[in-house]
């Protein structure tokens, strides 16, 4: 009877709190004080009630009010806000009433990657930091940092709940360098609030922060559809599966209660375990970028790639479908991407060649599709066996000048690295032209090294090069007859090659050497 009694007590309990909890109109992690809200584009907000509650959504001069449906979920939006460093105030108001203060609007941007995205201020250049610290305390830079955490399923709720602070000095010692470098930059030259969404994970592949969606439609991918298609609890092939296997099992229950030995159990299918893993496909999204969506922003930031290395070309195809996949989720196809071609770093014996064939793919992939840039940081590395460059700054500005050029449509930033436009033959000399160039220069002054040319034989030698112009002259007396070319073409290379702003030319390779 006391059982029964605390049993029932217990209940009743719960479901008290089971409806004082849905009895209160929610919003996601990612609506809080002191956010930015995108300017100059539809900005959804969403939520959570009671089924059938009414809901009121303010902000500025908007007030939208809207019915939650039968199960509980919300949503408005607000026509396009002008840019305002005013703080403001955003209602919601249901049964209960939410008032988030201290709202700005300008651009947000979302920041992702493995460990060189997520590496700390603190951890980052000691002077690059000491010089941060001087203006530190910006109001229109907020900073929004989402805690690793991987789902099978995509979630609408983020791991643990974050909120937005003013920049600070004691807001970004744990924030990513490479972000708040990059937000710096965008806020003093557009004058306007930046918001920064560090989503970013230490080690992880590029694949589980691909949505879904993002995989389609690409060829080189289809064993990730057929993957994610089989593992989809709403999928058809999902609940084949799931028949498949209980019938297998019907079958062999049926058949030990009839047999006199001992009967193996049918295997249960590999599809329709969950993954349990951050490195399986879409589990990232699912968890540390599904809950923002869809959140109004400008564009993303991305620097990921050391988890992928090996992979040549087909890292370019993965780069399409994440890029494409969040265009899509986020319903923005205007939405730039700019990424950091992988720093040199020694990975290892017989691999020199490795990091520049993805080198060559990540160049690619500016190439084919819009608004998006590689920035190439070759001349920054202190230390070769590092695969953590400490100095982030000329990171964060170089993918922000992408930004300011690309997506802000700012001519006259420049934004480009020379780029390899197209080579020609005089005797024994190899002329390269380049792109993205007014006039070429090292940085150290000297005559342009890890420059390589070939003959027929496919014999790569050290060439001897002089510049002339926005040409490169290659020759070498080992090369009576030069047919291709290479650059930087080694996973220890810290070329000194650069346009007049300073910008490096990365590596690359032309010209065909006969099989």
């Known amino acids: ?46 939520g959570w009630a009671d089924p059938g509650e009414e809901v009121a959504v303010a902000f500025d001069t908007q007030n939208i009010t809207i019915t939650a449906d039968a199960d509980g979920k919300w949503a408005v939006q607000f026509t396009p806000l002008k840019a305002n460093a ?24 979302l920041c992702s990657g493995q460990s060189n995205m997520e590496w700390p201020m603190r951890a980052a250049d000691k002077a690059e930091y000491e010089e941060v610290l001087k203006t530190v305390d910006n109001p229109n830079i907020r900073l929004f940092h989402v805690t690793r955490a991987f789902s099978p399923d995509p979630v609408d709720k983020l791991p643990v709940a974050s909120s937005w602070r003013p920049s600070s000095a004691e807001a970004i010692p744990n924030f990513s360098a490479v972000a708040l470098h990059f937000g710096r930059k965008l806020q003093t030259e557009l004058d306007v609030p930046i918001g920064l969404i560090n989503s970013s994970w230490g080690g992880t592949r590029i694949e589980p922060w691909i949505p879904p969606v993002g995989f389609q439609d690409i060829p080189a991918l289809n064993w990730f559809v057929r993957e994610l298609d089989a593992r989809n609890p709403q999928s058809k092939t999902y609940k084949k599966l799931v028949e498949k296997s209980l019938q297998d099992m019907q079958e062999w229950i049926e058949e030990t209660k009839k047999a006199t030995g001992r009967i193996s159990p049918p295997p249960f299918p590999n599809q329709l375990i969950p993954y349990a893993h951050q490195q399986q496909p879409a589990v990232l999204y699912n968890s540390m970028v599904h809950p923002i969506v869809p959140f109004a922003m400008k564009g993303a930031i991305w620097y990921q790639g050391e988890a992928n290395v090996e992979e040549g070309m087909l890292y370019a195809e993965k780069m399409k479908a994440l890029i494409q996949g969040w265009r899509k ?12 071609q992988l720093a040199p770093y020694i990975y290892g014996a017989a ?25 190439i940081i070759n001349d920054t590395v202190d230390d070769l066996r590092d695969i953590h460059p400490v100095r982030k700054k000329p990171v964060g500005e170089r993918l922000a000048l992408l930004a300011l050029n690309r997506t802000y449509s700012k001519s006259e930033v420049v934004c480009a690295s020379p780029e390899f436009d197209k080579m020609s033959i005089e005797g024994n000399t190899l002329i390269v032209s380049f792109k993205n160039v007014k006039t070429l220069k090292t940085r150290d002054s000297k005559s342009p090294d890890w420059f390589e040319i070939a003959g027929a034989d496919g014999i790569y030698h050290k060439a001897g090069a002089v510049i002339d112009g926005t040409t490169i002259k290659l020759t070498s007396s080992d090369v009576t007859r030069p047919i291709a070319v290479r650059y930087a073409w080694d996973q220890s290379a810290q070329p000194n090659v650069q346009n007049e702003a300073g910008l490096p030319l990365g590596a690359f390779r032309a010209g065909t050497i006969p099989e």
């Open 1 to 46: 009877m006391k059982t029964r009694l605390l049993t029932s007590v217990c209940f009743a309990a719960a479901m008290v709190g089971f409806v004082a909890a849905h009895a209160d109109v929610r919003l996601p992690e990612i609506f809080n004080n002191n956010m930015v809200l995108q300017r100059d584009m539809p900005v959804p907000v969403w």
């Open 86 to 109: 005013e703080p403001a105030v955003l209602t919601v108001k249901g049964k209960n009433e939410i008032r988030l203060t201290n709202v700005l609007v300008g651009d947000v941007w």
């Open 329 to 340: 989720v986020f319903n923005n196809d205007d939405f730039g991407f700019y990424y950091v």
């Open 351 to 375: 691999r020199e060649q490795r990091l520049a064939e993805f080198w060559e793919a990540q160049s690619a992939v500016e190439k084919m599709l819009p608004k998006t840039g590689q920035a």
